[in-house]
């Protein structure tokens, strides 16, 4: 199985501050990679897909890259909203697998 | 619009079998796979399984001796079967559409393995 190594694992941030989640995968994966914000009590939202597309309706701050194995999520500006815990996922190979999170709070 | 909703019994006796139905709309079970993820309280995310667009199904390994998961086409409903279910099954099961990611998800059905 292909391993994702997220992160940090939890990061305090202030408003309007830039923050970067990392994912590092264990063997190429191609884009084939995704994250996802979730809330408490809420499932999760796709943010970003194939390492780089905006999802639907997702503010333009929210941003991906790829450097080889290593994936980022970076959100320009940190607003309230987002607060919450963020996952990446790679779809590259059965079975899908996720990293292990990374918690985002206001500073 | 495309919705996912789970349902099936909120607690589950240890060694007994877990039940879950998801129930899909807005799209066909026959164009998109549909997944189920689970999260034990306060962890992440892993995923447990799928059924495919063709109606064959992937498992994760180390669930698969006791899981499976079917479909009911004409109803757009997904089942998903766990048996001797232990405490650490307790967790929130989630459906989700596969569209080459996870697009959309159900709410999520919170499982408690207990007697």
């Known amino acids: 199985d292909i391993q994702m190594t997220q992160s940090p694992a939890s990061l305090s941030a202030s408003l309007e501050e830039i923050v970067t989640i990392t994912c590092q995968a264990s063997q190429d994966i191609g884009n084939w990679l995704a994250w996802y914000q979730q809330k408490p009590g809420k499932s999760p939202q796709l943010l970003i897909h194939s390492a780089t597309s905006l999802a639907d309706g997702i503010p333009s701050r929210f941003s991906g890259s790829r450097s080889g194995t290593q994936y980022s999520l970076k959100i320009s500006r940190l607003q309230v909203e987002d607060t919450g815990i963020y996952y990446c996922?790679?779809?590259?190979?059965?079975?899908?697998?996720f990293g292990g999170g990374t918690k985002l709070e206001l500073k | 619009q495309v919705q996912l909703k789970e349902s099936g019994p909120g607690l589950v006796q240890p060694s007994q079998t877990l039940s879950l139905t998801c129930t899909v709309s807005?799209?066909?079970?026959?164009?998109?796979?549909v997944h189920w993820v689970r999260q034990p309280p306060g962890k992440g995310l892993e995923w447990v399984g799928a059924?495919?667009?063709?109606?064959?199904?992937d498992y994760n390994s180390a669930l698969k001796s006791r899981l499976s998961i079917s479909r009911d086409t004409s109803k757009s409903q997904v089942f998903l079967k766990m048996n001797s279910l232990q405490t650490e099954d307790t967790a929130i099961y989630f459906c989700?559409?596969?569209?080459?990611?996870?697009?959309?998800w159900g709410q999520g059905v919170m499982v408690t393995v207990s007697s």
């Open positions: 996922l790679q779809r590259y190979s059965n079975p899908p697998t």
């Open positions: 807005g799209f066909s079970l026959t164009s998109n796979s």
């Open positions: 989700t559409r596969n569209n080459y990611y996870f697009d959309y």
């Open positions: 059924i495919w667009s063709g109606g064959s199904t």
